[in-house]
């Protein structure tokens, strides 16, 4: 993989999360991570997997603002 490569992936990864946090679109912001992945959020108990990472950002959506 070249640097160019590896510049368009990582711009276009930035590009979706930023709309996804944008909209509030836990899809999409669930669907950039692995089916093993963890989020680990300062005091928070660890977001293990897809499927959590998915309802942990919904959850997180219905309390703010778009």
């Known amino acids: 993989m070249t640097d160019e490569t590896i510049d368009s992936e990582l711009r276009r990864f930035v590009v979706q999360y930023e709309v996804a946090w ?24 660890r977001v293990a997997g897809r499927k959590a990472i998915r309802e942990w950002w919904a959850a997180y959506f219905e309390h703010v603002e778009p």
């Open 22 to 45: 944008a909209t509030h679109d836990a899809d999409v912001l669930s669907g950039l991570f692995t089916d093993d992945a963890d989020i680990i959020s300062g005091p928070e108990p």
